[in-house]
Each structure stands twice: as C-alpha cells, then as structure tokens.
C-alpha cells in the first residue's frame, strides 16, 4: 500500500515539474501544471486518442460533444502533424469523462506561460564572446557541468538548434554542440547565436497581433507593399526563413518568404515575432520512393495550389494511380504539405510538385519523410435561374478522411476590396461579392482556386450523359452531340428515365460560372457544408421542410425491438451530430432528391415500392441513371439493402435501411464520409467536382440545375440566422472569359435530314438512311419511266427543294410530282434546309 502511495506522489510531482512519463513517446509533452481551459465552439468532438483519425468517445452509445463554455482540466499534451491536442478531463451527465481535443478549441489559463517548439534542426553560431549553457531555459537555472567544468562557449562556436522556448519576452534554444569532443546538449539565449542556414526553414508568426513586413532589416526601413496596402501578417502565417539580419542597434531580423495575394513575396520582420518549425528537407536529403494514391494527380511547378500546373510538349501533366515517384524534399504552404518529386513521364524525368496527401510510403526502415499533414476542407455563382425537378444521383466510391472538428467562426471582414484582392477573386467577381458584403458584412468569401483551365473544365464536363437537364428546357440547354441527340428521330436521348437529356455546352458554362449565382440565394450552392451546431437548429430544419410531408412529422420505427417516435427535423440534427455535415444540407437534399409534392414522397423513401418494401433511401445515394422505368428508384432501394456492400461499410452506415432513422442517418454519414470530408463540402463541389481528387468524376448528381435549386432550399432555413459569419467557397478558374458566361441564346432546330425518299416503287443503291445523301437507281427497259417522288423530312421545321435533270434540262418540282426518267443519265436532287438555315443536298442519280 506505501508503496503505491509513494509511486502515486512520484507521478504527480513528476506530472507537475513537466517530466515526460508518457510511454517514451518524443512529441508528448505534459503541461506544466493541472491546467483548466474552457471550450470556445459548440458541438467540439472528444477523440479516444489525438488525431482526427482516432474514434470519437461515446458515452451510453452516443458520441460526445462538448458545448461552448464547458469547464475541462488539461492533463498531458501531444503534438500530431503539427496539432497540439489536449488530453482533458470533464464532468459529462453526471459522470467524469476523459479524453482527447483539438487545443485550437480550448481556452486555456496556464500559470506558467511557456511555449515549445516542435523538435527542430537548425545550424547557428555562438555570437557572443563567452555564452554560458544552462540546464534550464532561465538566467536563474544552474549552468550545465561536463566533467566538473561549467560549460561557456567561444565565439563562433558551432551549434544545432534542437528546439525553440518561448518564456515570456525571452527566446531561448535548446542546443546541441561539441564540448571536449563529445555531443553535448543545453540552452542558451537566442540573443547570442544567428542562425547559419545553408536552406530555407519553416517559421511562423508569432504575434498577438498582425505584424507589418518590411523591405530590409530596421524598425527605420519601408513597410512592404501590395497594391498600395501595407503587407502585415496575422499570426500563424506560415513562413519561410532565408537568412538572419542584425540592424545597427542590435535587433535580430529574418529575411522571409510568404505567399501572399497570389504570389511568393519576401521581406523582412523581426525574429521575436517569429517561431521556427521543422526543417524544410533539402534536395540533398536522403530520397524516398512514394506511390500516387489518387488518378489525375495534377503536377505544379512550385509548392501550393496557386503554382502554374507542369506541362510537357503543350500538355499539362498528371500522374496515375499507382505510379512511382523519388520524393527530393517537401515544403509546408498553410496547413498542407507538399512534396518535390521526380518521376517518369513519356521516358523523360520531369521534377515538379505535388500535395503529400495523395503520395503513400511503405514503412521502410529508411523512412526520412515526415508524416504529411491533412488537407484542410474549406475544405470548405450566375443570376437565379429556374428549379427543375429532382436529380439522378451517382454511385459511391472511396472511403475518405474523417470528418474534421467544428471550425471557429471567423473574424469578418471590414477591409472588403483588399480582402476579396489578397483572396485572388478577379475583378469580374468583386462588384458582385461587394454588393453582398454592404448587406451581410459578417459573411466570408474565400476563393477556391482550382487551377483548372476554363475551357478544359467545360470540355470535361461536357460529355455526352455526364451533366442532365429536364428535356422540357428549350433547345437551346440541350445538347446535339452525337449520342444526345438522335437526328433520325428528332429527338434527345435520354440518360435518366424518359426525361433526362444531356446538358449544352452552353448550359454548362452558364451553371459553372460562379459569378451568375453571386446573389442572396444562389451563392449558397457554395456555402460550406460542415455542421454549425450554434445557429444550425431544428428550427431552420423545419424551415426547409415546409411544405413537404417530412415538415413537423413524427414517425415511429424500432430499435432492439423497441418501438420509437422521433421528429424528421430532430433526426435530421442526429444525422449532422453522427456525420458532422450540415442538418440544412441534408434536410435540403432529401427535398431535392425524394419529395414529390407537399404530400408524397417517392418511391425511394415511401417503404412502399414494389419489391422492396420496408426500405428507404432519402438521398438516392447509388440512383444511378437507367433508363427503364423506376430503374435509378431500384438501383437506390438495391444499395439500401446493404447487401453488395462490405461488413465494415454495413457498420458505419448503418446499412441496411430498413427504417427511415438509419437510412437518413446513416446516409448522412455516407455523403460526410464519401464527399464533404474528401474536399467537395459545398453543393456546387458535389455536382462539379474540380477539387484534386477524382476531379470531373466522383460528382453526387447529374442534374446540372441542381446546385442552384438546391442553394435556395438551402437559403430558407439560414433566414433567421443570415447575421452569421457564414463561409462561402467560390470556385476561381484559370482562363475564364472576362464576363460571365449568359445563359444559352435562342437555338432554332438544326436538323436537315431526310426521314423518307422514295422513287415510285424502285428501289436505290444503298438503301436509303437520312445519314446517306449520294444514291443510284438503275431502270430496267420493262420499268416505267413514270415515277412519283415522296419526300419528308425528320424536322417539321425543315424545308425541302426538289429538282429534277433530265434530257439537260433541270426542273423544279413538288413532292408527289411524277418525274420522267429518259434514257441515259438523270439526276434527282432533294435540298433540306434546317430552321437555322443548315442545309443537306441528297442526291439520286437514275440511269436507263
């Protein structure tokens, strides 16, 4: 019993004087004292262990989420891909929970104000005279002892920084040396060493407040401008250190690189406000073999999304699944980082950059790459135009990341003509995003460059079956390409049921266009999708339900043989709680995908549907397009079953759905885990998918209206809550015409096909087809040489001119006229002129 007694203190005394105990592991660190700290967002979830890829704790088989203002105590800290978590204890329903958060969402008050970089390795120089290494990072701490001598370095002496502390106004580092021939280790004042780099270093600002960049070293030289702006920079603004500069009174600076409004800059800011982070990994460092993850994988010519794409012989390169590349280096831009490669590419070696997160590594021994850090979501247009009926949707694919944490809810913007410049938005945009700014000043923009060409991504996007539209739309949103369109029949070839054709390239451009849907409602297809638990409440679900038979509806369904009864609305926040997506998105897609009318559902989510009753699907997930009658209904109601699908899949998305509470449950699971977390968390990401993975595939629906349909769905359930600082993502392209793209013009009929030619009752050589426009006829002397001409075309709209030639003469005629056919050679002609004046000439010459 003492001896537990005993041990227990130790552990105590050990936690509190900060000696790491945590199982030998080099990025845990515990807080110096039992810290308390408070939860700064709603809906925070609680990890088993830290990272985002760790389960989420549950209590009594419900996750945990902590609401803003919850009291917690911080035990120990952990660093994961340059996150710190928290391992914190709190008072959860009347019991004592312990678990992992996100230190981005906690508060904290810690006596002791001391701060650490992560492990690093810079190279530097003693500049003082005589420095003396301490034990401690403190003028009080004794100063370290090596063979009964107190160690006192020389000028010029040199060193490797191992670490960077922050306490109060002093820096100091953590050092490694050579001291009577062996490696020693302790701290000193970063005022007494320059760093001696041979390569950048990553850094950070370190800043309570913006800090303004200048063209040299000294409080005395120009501020850094861009656009007649002061260039400042907020903190944690990533950075890249070139060289260390002294000023004529003492102070250290750094010389540094930045992206900032869309280029690489450089200027100089002072190295208080700066923290190192680990070292860029130079080309000289041991290469790694790593392996594409993801098909398409664009390459770019530097490091980060806003770097032009590598082409090769006038085409831009990407890289398949499964290829080998030797990674040179990497370079962290915000949050992400990214890889020099070089690689194989129509045998030559090209060298060029790529995000890490679609590059995989074995676990080699000789593993020299740090673990990549997670892309963030943003993640995450044209005038209103009319709501057609619901959207075909698509099959799914692969399993992405974990949904992420709730965000903070951003700082508004009150410099908007700078913000919307540094963001990258081009001038065609602004006027646009101005006018919203004046009436809901707390909204953001962030542009989302995708670095695609315009016209490549139109090109893309315009296959034939790929995007859809109601074939009631006038011609000119439809689509005459060959496979839909059918100029035999003048008709438009369905892809989805009977009504469902393909998309024009103009219909296209038009939806694509961001800039036509930069209006109150339709600028919601590019609202970010994550869940909002402080303004996304049942509410504003009911909002969007009305009028639909899911508004203020209780059904009952059984769980472990119980029977329950919950409202749509309600299960719709369990939904967004479970998945972490938006409960308006779901309640708006389940009303774009299933609601018939203000009573009906369809048959995907009624539990009725022939054969296949008692289960439901309310997102059509796995509708994929048929043409037979009810197919996409069936191929849903087939994915419901869970039958094709794996164990694991059945268990995370709760299949099969055979009640309404797991099918939208677990599908809101299944477009959290499928999309919003792969990188597509808008709705205009979801139908057009211009993000790096899958990009032009992966997309949830066919129909090429639906974003902006389903944006003022969405609108209604923000009305009450319009006042948020709500994040709007907007796509911006490479290339793009200088205005927007209008909606498509006037198209009159371009047909001008034959449907029938006839010559009494002879027949030609070839048969006739409308496609055919050159043809013979040979008369017997037994034939008539009386022969009537029967003639229509496919188009109604059409107009024909016949003429005949015969004897040297040529003749206009009239369809059912008889032609003579003299002896020798005689030419019948039949000009089809389209409604938009296309012509086709056919061509029957007759001999005797």
Known sequence: MKKRIIFSL?????????????????????????????????????????????????????????????????????????????????????????????????????????????????????????????????????????????????????????????????????VSFKFKNKTQKGYILSNYAKLTLSKKVSAVVKSNSSVAIRTGAGEKKDYLMVNKKKVTLKDSKALTITKEVTDSKGIKWYKVQFPYGGKERTGYIAANKVSLKKQIISSA?????????????????????????????????????????????????????????????????????????????????????????????KTPTPTESPTPTKTPTPTKSPTPTKTPAPTNTPEPVTDIDSYLKEQGFPESYRSALKELHKVHPNWIFKAYKTGLNWNTVIEKESKVGLNLISVNKTDGWKSFEEGAYNWATDKFIPYDGSTWVTASKEAIEYYMDPRNFLLERGIFQFATLEYQPSYETKDGVEKILANTPLYNTKYSYKEDSKSKSILYSNTFIDAA???????????????????????????????????????????????????????????????????????????????????????????AKYIGKQYINRGQNTIYLQKFNVTGTSTYSHQYMANVEAPNSEAIKLYNGYTSVLDSALVFLIPVYENMPSSKCGTPGTVKNPNNWLKTLKLGNSSFTPEFSGNVTSYTMKLKDTDSDSLKVTAETVSSKALMKITYKSNGKTTEIHNQDKITVASGSNVLTVQVTAENKDTKTYKVTITK
């Open 10 to 174: 130790l552990l105590t005394v050990c936690f509190i004087i900060g000696i790491n105990i945590w199982s030998g592991r080099s990025d845990v660190e515990t807080v110096k004292a039992f810290a308390k700290g408070t939860v700064i967002t709603d809906g925070l979830r609680v990890r088993t262990n830290a990272g985002t890829d760790k389960p989420i704790l549950t209590y009594q088989n419900k996750n945990v989420l902590l609401a803003k203002g919850t009291s917690v105590t911080i035990k120990a800290q952990t660093k994961v891909k340059e996150v710190t978590w928290y391992k914190v204890s709190f008072a959860y329903q009347g019991k004592t929970l312990n678990g992992y958060v996100s230190s981005e969402y906690i508060k904290t008050s810690i006596s002791n104000k001391e701060t650490a970089s992560t492990t690093i390795s810079i190279p530097a120089k003693v500049t003082a005279t005589s420095l003396n290494v301490r034990k401690k990072p403190s003028t009080s701490s004794e100063q370290l002892m090596v063979s009964k001598q107190k160690v006192a370095l020389e000028k010029g002496t040199a060193l490797t920084i191992r670490q960077e502390i922050t306490r109060g106004s002093e820096k100091w580092y953590y």
């Open 285 to 377: 460092t041991k290469k790694k073999i790593g392996t594409v993850t993801a098909d398409g994988l664009r390459v770019r010519t530097g490091a980060g999304t806003d770097k032009q794409q590598l082409s090769y012989n006038g085409v831009n390169v990407v890289l398949k699944k499964g290829q080998t590349v030797t990674v040179q280096g990497e370079k962290k831009v915000g949050k992400v980082t990214w890889y020099k490669i070089s690689f194989s590419y129509e045998k030559k070696t090209l060298t060029g950059y790529v995000s890490g997160d679609y590059i995989s590594f074995s676990n080699s021994s000789d593993d020299v790459i740090p673990t990549k850090s997670p892309t963030p979501t």
């Open 577 to 667: 709680k479970e998945s972490g997506v938006s409960p308006f998105h779901l309640a708006t897609r389940v009303k774009q995908e299933v609601v018939s009318n203000s009573t009906t559902l369809s048959g995907s989510a009624s539990g009725k549907y022939s054969g296949y009753e008692g289960y439901y699907n309310f997102y059509n997930i796995g509708a994929t397009h048929s043409t037979a009658a009810g197919g996409a209904i069936v191929n849903g109601l087939r994915f419901a079953q869970g039958l094709k699908s794996t164990a694991t899949d059945q268990k995370t998305y709760l299949l099969p759905w055979d009640n309404q509470y797991k099918a939208i449950v677990g599908g």
